[in-house]
């Protein structure tokens, strides 16, 4: 089991900047990927931004050159840069982690979420 606890959200105005924190306890020796996904009201959840254990990034295209994923393995945190913040970036920001597994002849992945974190953007 992995447990994962986000801090940093809360309100910013259009324009402004924001650092999005994660920490990962429990058995984090096996993660994999870790990253960010949001969901406002209404909307079903989507990826924001994914970081390989390797450090590969990708970002949704709503996102790129604004958003900034790292990583510190030794700390088993993944955090979130937000910078140029817009209307539309408000949302609850959910930290995931992946985690494969074998079974049998396959590689499977569990996903763990932390609680959320609420980002609000005022105008």
């Known amino acids: 089991q992995v447990q994962l606890v986000e801090s940093g959200g809360g309100l910013v105005q259009a324009g402004g900047s924001l650092t999005l924190s994660c920490r990962a306890s429990?058995?984090?020796?096996?993660?994999?990927?870790m990253g960010w996904y949001r969901q406002a009201p209404g909307k079903q959840r989507e990826l924001v931004a994914t970081i390989s254990s390797g450090g590969s990034t990708n970002y949704a295209d709503s996102v790129k050159g604004r958003f900034t994923i790292s990583r510190d393995n030794a700390k088993i945190s993944v955090y979130l840069q937000m910078n140029s913040l817009k209307l539309e970036d408000a949302a609850v920001y959910y930290c995931?982690?992946?985690?494969?597994?074998?079974?049998?002849?396959?590689?499977?992945?569990?996903?763990?979420w932390g609680q959320g974190t609420q980002v609000t953007v005022s105008s």
């Open positions: 995931n982690a992946v985690v494969p597994y074998a079974s049998g002849r396959y590689w499977r992945e569990t996903d763990y």
């Open positions: 429990g058995s984090t020796g096996s993660i994999n990927a």
